[in-house]
């Protein structure tokens, strides 16, 4: 897991467009809400970060939420890697809506 200050540092770069962060790996980090929403709020204006992976982070319905806001409004993100998340039925209509307009995603 993640401390506290090295998730603040990695957000810091997200939000100063770091050109280091064009791939993002945070498999097995589980991810509560309130790091969610800081992730997606940087992903939104973040304008290098074209891969990011989430693999095995117990996300929740309303991570799954936040982070399809995120990818909608994303300009670059390119890829994303979501399994091992045990996502239902309602996750993957949030997600597939974010897909219509995120036509850059895969």
Known sequence: Y?????W????DKLKQNDSHFNKLNLRNQPIDIQRMKELASVLQSNSKLIQLELYHNKLTVEAIQWLATAI?????LE????????????SMKW?????E?????K
């Open 95 to 99: 997600l597939a809506r974010a897909l």
């Open 2 to 6: 993640m401390e506290a200050k090295e």
């Open 79 to 90: 890829e994303l890697k979501i399994s091992s998340n045990s996502l239902n039925s309602e």
């Open 8 to 11: 603040e540092i990695l957000l």
């Open 72 to 76: 909608e409004r994303s300009s670059v």
């Open 101 to 105: 307009k995120n036509i850059k995603l």
